[in-house]
């Protein structure tokens, strides 16, 4: 059992097979470092069953990092964290703009939205019956983020896609319901940022 914990997590060798969400990490090393501290840690989990010598920049094979559309850095485009699981079919999304009220005499008020993008969504999920190994790849997931680093969610109910304009979210609470042997329950609630 100790093999399957979130916290054991092997690094990628291409002469290794993979099974379906199997987790691996790449470390990013500094240019030219004499030092074995990596720069970044970098964690992919495995979108199907592998063969060995499938490189973790193969984005149809390998998730959990995607191409952050309008952002750029220095060197090009940034990879941010992608959130690549479906959801089951019961989420729920709660919006609730920030406004700037003010109230006058008789009764008159004024409404102001605040801030250019008031108008952020929380979107609760379930992830139900999931094996072993998704419940594992899922919890990883969100506990690799911290509760601080934001992330895009491949999976977002359709009504709420904007385009090819990718919503970051951010989560800080989940929990996993053990329910029987190789069945699994996650539910996560993302709040929606703009960083």
Known sequence: MANNSIYNVPPYRNTDTYVKNAIVFVNEDFPSSSTNTPKAIKYYYALKDLD???SVSDSSSWGGLTKNTGTTDIKGVQQIPEFIWVPSYNATVNSRPKVNTVVFGNGYEQRIQDGIHNNFINFSASFEMRGDLEARAITHFLKARK?????VIRH???IY?????????????FA??????GNHSVRATFIETNN
């Open 161 to 173: 896609l904007d385009g090819n304009y990718k919503k970051r979210f951010y989560c800080q609470e």
């Open 176 to 181: 996993t319901n053990f329910v029987f042997h």
């Open 156 to 158: 977002l109910p359709p």
């Open 147 to 151: 509760g601080t680093e934001s992330f």
């Open 52 to 54: 060995a010598g499938t």
